[in-house]
């Protein structure tokens, strides 16, 4: 079923920004999944064939690493994981530019910390970057510098969902689109064979927080609650986000479509100046 504000959205979103999590990328035991990751890159690979612009923010370093060094559990020494998240980055870019290279693309690996979009020169800089690797027909994907970043790794605050919609908001790509593990907001418990995924939500409000409980698993940082965090830091620019299942196959092309998919979080009014976002999300307060 096609919805048509769905289609207006995704007809004149000309840059994209996609967030995929570990969750997403890895295996039951942990290890990262390759053929998950060749899929996504043919399906981001589609939406550059259709002229759209696509950034995509990639979790899963540590998970890749601990793939390749053969661990069970996530370390839990800052250093180590520091060291298994660098073994893992190269890993993991490479994956996606074994795709993309194949169709004659490029990935362009941008790695972030907090203080890169809180000064405001950087922030500048970082957005004329990625600008620039979009003109060059790149695609950048964008992961948290987990080798230096320590509170990144420590706390929630730096998560990808977090780091996702500050791109968002620094390109102001009018849409985001968060792959996850489920697909999309339910109102119950996903376990719940009761519970359905709402296919809209037009304003993201207490009500609509006290549907998630953030779960922690020992390869992701992230959860719905954080998702719906950044989904409001999107939607309260000016920009639309949608949260689908990144498991199941051309997910992607299903959203381009205008399929009801996941759930839509809807714009609230028009698109923020650049200047008043980073002020609201990214400066230092």
């Not at 612009?53 to 520091?82: H, I, K, Y």
């Not at 320590?150 to 102001?172: H, P, S």
């Not at 968060?178 to 359905?196: E, I, K, T, W």
Request: net charge negative.
């Amino acid at each position: 079923m096609t919805d048509l504000l769905r289609q207006e959205i995704v007809t004149t979103a000309t840059t994209i920004v996609v967030k995929v999590g570990t969750r997403v990328l890895s295996r039951d035991d942990g290890t990262l999944d390759q053929e998950r990751i060749t899929r996504l890159a043919e399906e981001l690979n589609s939406l550059l064939e259709v002229g759209k612009r696509v950034v995509l923010v990639s979790s899963g370093a540590v998970g890749a690493g601990m793939s390749q060094l053969e661990m069970d559990q996530r370390p839990t020494d800052l250093a180590t994981l520091q060291a298994v998240a660098a073994i893992g980055q190269t890993n993991l870019v490479e994956a996606y530019d074994r795709t993309l290279r194949s169709h004659g693309r490029h990935a362009a690996q941008v790695l972030l910390t907090a203080e890169d979009l809180h000064d405001r020169t950087r922030y500048l800089n970082v957005r004329n970057t990625i600008l620039a690797l979009l003109s060059l027909g790149a695609v950048p994907i964008i992961n948290e510098n987990d080798t230096v970043a320590v509170d990144e790794l420590k706390t929630t605050f730096g998560d990808n969902d977090r780091l996702a919609a500050m791109v968002t908001n620094l390109l102001q790509a009018p849409l985001l689109v968060v792959l996850s593990d489920v697909d999309g907001l339910y109102d119950g418990h996903p376990a719940d064979h009761a519970s359905q995924v709402i296919p809209t939500i037009t304003q993201i409000n207490d009500q609509t927080m006290s549907l998630v409980r953030d779960q922690q698993t020992g390869v992701s940082k992230g959860g719905m609650a954080s998702k719906l965090e950044a989904a409001r830091m999107v939607t309260s620019a000016g920009e639309n986000v949608i949260i689908a299942s990144g498991r199941t196959p051309n997910v992607l092309a299903d959203i381009m479509q205008g399929h009801v998919t996941g759930t839509l979080f809807v714009a609230q009014g028009k698109s923020v100046s650049p200047k008043k976002r980073w002020i609201a999300f990214s400066a230092q307060p």
